[in-house]
């Protein structure tokens, strides 16, 4: 087995509720889980897919493993040791592309800019000179042309503003880098192109990807393993080829028969995502799951198998009842 | 920003609109006589002469007072003060309300945000007038000697209305870093690895750059009146050192007996300079936004 | 295209809009029909000019923006000759439209049920009957617990629930035709599966004409009989959506669906279209597509019409034709 370059361990984000004026009055404030207790295992050179609905808590656990924002609980390291210890050279090393491109990059500083800054902030190129040669070799790299530097981003398509994304995040040389839906924000024809770039970058700079996507499509062509995350937790994580054919748990069956339906029919899963503040007792699912017994509200669900395939569902646990 | 563009963009819609040319030339206007009075002046402001109440005419431009003291030469010597007043009062309301805008909303929400938020809310719930009022009855109308400094009177006007505009600059500061630190830039600078510092300074406040110096514009405009205001009252600028304010209430009587330049010049010249303020203001708002001409091009 | 006189005619629709950067036309010459029952797609991406034709084909446009047509039937009736309260009129009642983002398109302060009524209110129906048919509507879209739903704010609801409302709020009148422009593209993937199994029953029990509006192909392929492509303003390509989809004649949609992902990893690179689409204030005659299309050559640069290249198929191609 390869070495995990990122680790998540039982890592959970609770955001408190917003306070309302007389909330200190409470005795305990009302919780969002966002992520709860999720373990994830990252190998290098790995193009790790997080599929999942809105409000699974898939773009919260990919700031967390960035410790753009700290876990609540559990851990992060990244090859082998704690990133907290050094996290100025943890962000060399680790990076983030972002869903919107429009709103992604700094309207007021020209792309030239945008690139230069994680340069400047990691002391990245001696000179003006050296900065400049660097800013166009990342533009070319990217499949822009070099004098792109000097515009700003209302300039751009929305497809060259992501290829500017891009570039800044392999600015500074990371490993590993946190990809937020980098298509979803883009037009049907441009997707294909940028899907395309992030392929080619990662084969040929030895890159590591957490690729968060809602495309079931994309994300089977373009990773290695894929997790499904439901409602702040990962239910079932396997090979993104195992994941397409047979998937175990029964959301993951529900959103694959969902993407990739052919005729009109429902989703099989009724009824709403329940809200993070309050979620379902025992498997966050099972009001929703057609294969839900006694147990599923009872009991949560542990999660079987190892760090590479695993699901968090009583079906393959001893039975739903 | 690249300033560049920003002056081209400022020269094309005054050549567009000639009504904001108006108001930049009356703007260097006055800043031609706030530097230069001695020079477009010929007479002394405060010299009195035999020559009263007379009116307009070749040698006295704008007539003369009760004294016998020129108006043109009293007016172009208060323009000094009042732009001074007005720019002084604005940039410390500025030097103080910008970091303090921009650490409240870093640190919304707080208590350091509540804490900041909150003084603001007090000092804004004064009528400025009245607590002008207050401060410069408390500490006198008289120049005030502390250990070797002597502070002028002045300073403290400037001071006293430059505080009282802390928590409005300070709220639209609040308000638009608020919604710029909601944007994924200032993730992606965190995400590189940008200090809190950066982030604030370098990425986010030139963002927030535009609403608040066209507000500063605006600012410059309501401080002059505020100025004018308390001269009237005999509260701020000391006769006979002239003020626009001051000559409008030493005119009062004159009002009715015919001798309308008295009050019409020095009233003229409050009402076009806060109304230039004020036009190149919404300006500025045309000018300073990059993106926005292209982003009204999108169907 | 088809023997009987169809619901809806749309024949040579042109619009114009004044933008700063200059005059663009988002649907130049553009043609359709839609039988009674039937449900047509049109498939484009952003930019394309779908919304805009939608919108100008039941004359819902701008004050400035200029429509030309050549002609405009629904249901009989000349919609280039009604005036502004008849169109009010009609789309008050016999055409319904939803729109992508449910939040923005209802009224925060007031509930669902107040809502419904009123819309039903405005057509003479007494406080009963709209009540009753208010309630009907919400069980039939399967909302569950549909009392306490009339009673609830559109911020009570998931995205899901609102775009059902909405759904509901243009059936009221029991319209002949639905405009449906991008009503799943705002939620999640099993939502827009329950919404789309949800239009595609609710057409076949009340006989309802829909005009689709999606730059989805897949959720095209689910609900449509047929699908019109636009790109730059232009119709390029309609014709039934199961031989569209398995056999495109032209260029650009064979292009888009092979862009789609469908095989697993290591199949190699997408085969993506190149560049950008092109900028419609700056549009040259000839094929909009030409640019970016593998077989462009001197024929494309003259302007291209729809023909018919089959079965009730219609291409903008001249390979195509030829």
Same mark, same amino acid.
């Given at each position: ?321 | ?15 567009? =609109?000639? /009504?904001? $040319?108006?108001?930049?030339?009356? *703007?260097?206007?006055?800043?031609? %006589? &706030? !530097?230069?009075?001695?020079? +477009? ?79 603001? =809310?007090? /000092?804004? $719930?004064?009528?400025?007038?009245? *607590?002008?009022?207050?401060?410069? %009855? &408390? !500490?006198?109308?008289?120049? +005030? ?89 005999? *509260? ?64 | ?322």
């Amino acid at each position: 087995m390869k070495t995990p370059l990122l680790e998540l361990a039982a890592v959970s984000k609770h955001y408190e509720v917003a306070a309302a004026p007389l909330a200190g009055l409470l005795s305990e404030r009302p919780k969002v889980r966002a992520v709860e207790g999720v373990s994830l295992s990252v190998a290098q050179g790995e193009i790790m897919g997080l599929v999942g609905e809105s409000g699974s808590g898939k773009s919260t656990l990919g700031r967390l493993a960035l410790l753009l924002e700290p876990p609540t609980a559990g851990s992060v390291r990244f090859a082998g040791a704690d990133p907290q210890a050094d996290l100025n050279a943890f962000r060399r090393r680790a990076q983030m592309v972002f869903q919107d491109p429009q709103s992604s990059l700094n309207r007021s500083k020209t792309v030239g800019e945008i690139l230069a800054m994680p340069l400047q902030v990691h002391d990245v190129g001696a000179s003006r000179v050296a900065r400049r040669a660097r800013v166009a070799e990342l533009l070319t790299s990217v499949g822009l042309r070099a004098d792109a530097a000097t515009r700003y981003p209302h300039e751009l398509s929305g497809g060259q503003r992501q290829r500017v994304g891009i570039a800044r995040a392999l600015a500074i040389e990371p490993a590993f880098i946190v990809l937020d839906e980098p298509t979803s924000a883009l037009d049907v024809s441009i997707q294909a192109q940028i899907a395309n770039l992030l392929v080619e970058l990662q084969q040929r700079l030895a890159l590591t990807y957490l690729f968060i996507s809602h495309d079931l499509r994309l994300v089977r062509w373009l990773c290695d393993r894929v997790a499904v995350m439901y409602l702040g937790r990962i239910v079932e994580t396997g090979s993104a080829a195992a994941l397409w054919q047979a998937p175990r748990h029964p959301y993951a069956q529900a959103l694959l028969a969902a993407a990739t339906a052919e005729r009109a029919a429902p989703s099989g899963i009724g009824g709403e995502v329940p809200s993070p503040i309050a979620p379902p007792p025992g498997c966050a699912f099972h009001p929703r799951c057609a294969f839900a017994g006694p147990r599923c509200a009872r009991e949560v669900p542990a999660s079987r198998g190892d760090a590479q395939t695993n699901v968090a569902c009583h079906l393959y646990d001893g039975g739903v009842a | 920003m690249n300033r560049g563009k920003t002056i081209g963009r400022l020269l094309g819609i005054v050549r567009r =609109d000639p /009504l904001a $040319a108006a108001a930049f030339l009356f *703007l260097l206007l006055l800043a031609i %006589a &706030a !530097l230069f009075p001695e020079q +477009i002046a010929a007479m002394s402001p405060n010299r009195p002469s035999r020559l009263r109440l007379l009116p307009p005419g070749d040698v006295y431009l704008f007539g003369t007072d009760q004294f016998g003291r020129d108006i043109f030469a009293r007016c172009v010597h208060a323009t000094s003060v009042s732009l001074l007043v007005g720019l002084t009062t604005v940039a410390i309301a500025l030097l103080l309300g910008v970091p303090l805008g921009a650490i409240a909303a870093f640190r919304s929400p707080g208590k350091i945000d509540s804490g900041i938020m909150r003084t603001m =809310d007090v /000092l804004m $719930a004064f009528p400025p007038i009245v *607590l002008a009022i207050a401060v410069v %009855a &408390a !500490l006198g109308t008289q120049d +005030i000697e502390i250990g070797p400094f002597t502070v002028p009177h002045i300073t403290k006007v400037m001071v006293v209305i430059g505080l009282l505009n802390v928590p409005k600059v300070a709220r639209i500061v609040r308000a638009s870093v608020l919604v710029e630190r909601n944007e994924q830039y200032v993730m992606a600078a965190r995400a590189v690895g940008a200090s809190e510092a950066r982030v604030l300074f370098r990425e986010v406040l030139p963002n927030c750059a535009s609403p608040v110096a066209v507000y500063a514009t605006l600012l410059v405009a309501t401080s002059i009146l505020t100025e004018a205001s308390l001269s009237f009252l005999g *509260l701020g600028i000391q006769p006979p050192q002239p003020s626009w304010g001051g000559m409008l209430a030493d005119s009062r009587t004159y009002v009715m007996s015919g001798q309308w330049w008295l009050t019409v010049f020095p009233g003229l010249l409050i009402f076009l300079s806060v109304a230039a303020f004020n036009l190149a203001g919404d300006l500025l708002r045309d000018a300073l936004d990059p993106a926005q001409i292209t982003r009204r091009g999108d169907a | 295209m088809l023997e009987s006189e169809p619901l809806f005619r749309v024949r040579n629709l042109t619009t114009r809009l004044n933008t700063e950067a200059g005059a663009i036309v988002p649907s130049d010459s553009v043609s359709f029909d839609i039988a009674a029952g039937e449900v047509l797609g049109l498939v484009g991406e952003s930019g394309s000019g779908k919304s805009v034709t939608a919108r100008a084909s039941v004359r819902l446009q701008k004050p400035d923006d200029a429509i030309k047509a050549g002609e405009l039937w629904f249901a009989g009736r000349d919609l280039r000759r009604l005036d502004a309260a008849q169109l009010r009129e009609l789309r008050a009642s016999e055409i319904a439209m939803i729109v992508q983002d449910p939040a923005a398109a209802l009224n925060p302060v007031m509930t669902v049920g107040a809502q419904l009524t009123r819309v039903a209110r405005e057509k003479g129906m007494s406080e009963q009957d709209a009540a009753a048919r208010a309630l009907e509507l919400l069980v039939q879209l399967r909302i569950a617990d549909p009392t306490r739903r009339l009673a609830a704010y559109p911020h009570e609801l998931s995205g899901g629930m609102r775009q059902r409302v909405l759904i509901a709020l243009a059936l009221m009148c029991k319209p002949k035709l639905l405009i449906a422009d991008e009503p799943t593209t705002a939620l999640d993937v099993t939502v827009e599966a329950d919404i789309l199994s949800l239009l595609d029953a609710l057409r076949r029990d009340l006989g309802m004409a829909m005009l689709l509006i999606s730059h989805n192909l897949s959720v095209v392929a689910r609900l449509c009989d047929r699908v019109a492509v636009m790109y730059a303003g232009r119709l390029v390509e309609i014709g039934p959506t199961p031989s569209v989809l398995a056999d495109p004649r032209h260029p650009y949609t064979a292009a888009l669906l092979a862009s789609v992902p469908r095989g697993a990893k290591a199949d190699g690179p997408l085969p993506a279209i190149p560049g950008e689409p092109p900028d419609l204030a700056r549009l040259a005659p000839g094929c909009g597509f030409r640019a970016r299309c593998a077989q462009a050559g001197p024929e494309c640069e003259k302007p291209q019409t729809l023909q018919q290249v089959g079965d009730g198929r219609f291409s903008a191609c001249w390979r195509a034709i030829a």
